[in-house]
T-cell receptor, first 113, second 114 residues
Framework: EPEVTQTPSHQVTQMGQEVILRCVPI?????FYWYRQILGQKVEFLVS????????KSEIFDDQFSVERPDGSNFTLKIRSTKLEDSAMYFC???????????FGAGSRLTVL | AQSVTQLDSQVPVFEEAPVELRCNYS??????LFWYVQYPNQGLQLLLK??????LVKGINGFEAEFNKSQTSFHLRKPSVHISDTAEYFC????????????FGTGTRLKVLA
């Protein structure tokens, strides 16, 4: 069964450093998403991406965040200058859209020290 | 705007007993509804979904849920739980259009006791 692949599985970084989280969505999917889950809390929507542009973003997704689909297969989330409160599990998801469900990756745990 | 409410943050239940995890949603438009399970230190796994048609949907691991439009609910049920069902369960709602993003509830931690 096709999977959404995320790397790294765990990254530890110092506050103020840039972090790039990578995702390989399912190949024939058209919609791509990033979600965040702070430890013990709910899964929160960050951003959706369709047709090579951001289609929707949440209040969390401020200027420190950016997304890119650089080569037609990868989908990246960049945090420009990490803060302590960015520590969370970040989930990538993809979908064909419509009534098709989102398939989530296993997540990338980011720890900011 | 849409929202999802999971009133029970934790539900302890004895093994082989039935369980119901409650989910209520709010939306001004038609929605799709989902339940996901998250085992410790793992990602999100789809349990079941309601897209259209029969309001009773069956999912994996013996779970089922019923969509009740008048009560805007989508409660998850299992007639007999196992220790292995111990996990966090998230209800989610999605628009039938737009970006199809999911809005998740706060989750219910199901703890199955021996």
């Amino acid at each position: 069964e096709p999977e959404v692949t995320q790397t790294p599985s765990h990254q530890v970084t110092q506050m103020g450093q840039e972090v790039i989280l990578r995702c390989v969505p399912i190949s024939n999917h058209l919609y791509f998403y990033w979600y965040r889950q702070i430890l013990g809390q709910k899964v929160e929507f960050l951003v959706s991406f369709y047709n090579n542009e951001i289609s929707e973003k949440s209040e969390i997704f401020d200027d420190q965040f950016s997304v890119e689909r650089p080569d037609g297969s990868n989908f990246t989330l960049k945090i420009r200058s990490t803060k302590l409160e960015d520590s969370a599990m970040y989930f990538c998801a993809s979908s064909k859209g419509g009534a098709n469900v989102l398939t989530f990756g296993a997540g990338s745990r980011l720890t900011v020290l | 705007a849409q929202s999802v409410t999971q009133l029970d943050s934790q539900v302890p239940v004895f093994e082989e007993a039935p369980v119901e995890l409650r989910c209520n949603y709010s939306s001004s438009v038609s929605v799709y509804l989902f339940w996901y399970v998250q085992y410790p230190n793992q990602g999100l796994q789809l349990l079941l979904k309601y897209l259209s048609g029969s309001t009773l949907v069956k999912g994996i691991n013996g779970f089922e849920a019923e969509f009740n439009k008048s009560q805007t609910s989508f409660h998850l049920r299992k007639p007999s739980v196992h220790i292995s069902d111990t996990a966090e369960y998230f209800c989610a709602v999605s628009n039938r259009g737009g970006t199809y993003k999911y809005i998740f509830g706060t989750g219910t931690r199901l703890k199955v006791l021996a």
